[in-house]
């Protein structure tokens, strides 16, 4: 017997900066996600991933999971393990990947920001470093909808090219314009 049917929840991924957690933007985001139905992906580390994940996970009623793309180092009984640090306590499907971690060189390494990418129906982007430009980059590259979330000088590079906002009703409403409720 087949179990009963379950629809699938659009997955939302969320890239940002490991070392600042940018509260007033991941907070408010991870509160609205988990009350909009959906599952929140991020890279499953500290900083911003952890702190929208802090608060889609606090949010009373949601729906959705909140899933982790965690990198991985060599393990001698495992065969890789999660990287320490990793994952956050809010993250609560890990997901191991022995794929490398984006150091700046080359867009066309294959790395867990592809996964992040390609697994998000919409995505994102909080302040971040080389790794969240890699997403931003690679969101841009894939076809995916993304949006930038913050101050607009951490955004500088995209202007005209990609929506930038640091308003939350600007980020509803393009999750509402490019995600199917």
């Not at 997955?11 to 509160?31: C, D, N, R």
């Not at 971040?128 to 949006?147: D, M, P, S, W």
Request: charged content about 15%.
């Amino acid at each position: 017997m087949a179990p009963p049917f379950v629809a699938r929840l659009p997955v939302v991924g969320v890239m940002g900066s490991h070392e600042q957690p940018w509260a007033g933007y991941a907070g408010p985001l991870g509160a609205h996600l988990a009350g909009r139905g959906v599952h929140l992906l991020t890279g499953g580390g500290a900083g911003a991933m952890a702190a929208v994940a802090e608060a889609f996970c606090s949010a009373p009623g949601r729906q959705g999971v909140s899933i982790g793309i965690l990198p991985a180092d060599p393990d001698p009984e495992k065969g890789f393990a999660a990287r320490k640090g990793y994952p956050s306590p809010w993250v609560e499907v890990a997901i191991v990947t022995p794929l490398g971690t984006f150091r700046g060189a080359d867009d066309d390494l294959i790395t867990r920001n592809h996964v992040n990418i390609l697994t998000a129906d919409a995505v994102v982007a909080l302040p971040g470093a080389i790794g969240t430009h890699n997403e931003i980059r690679l969101a841009r590259r894939f076809g995916k909808k993304i949006v930038l979330f913050g101050p607009a000088a951490e955004f500088a590079a995209y202007a005209g090219a990609l929506p930038v906002t640091a308003a939350l009703a600007e980020v509803i409403a393009f999750l509402d314009a490019v995600i199917e409720r």
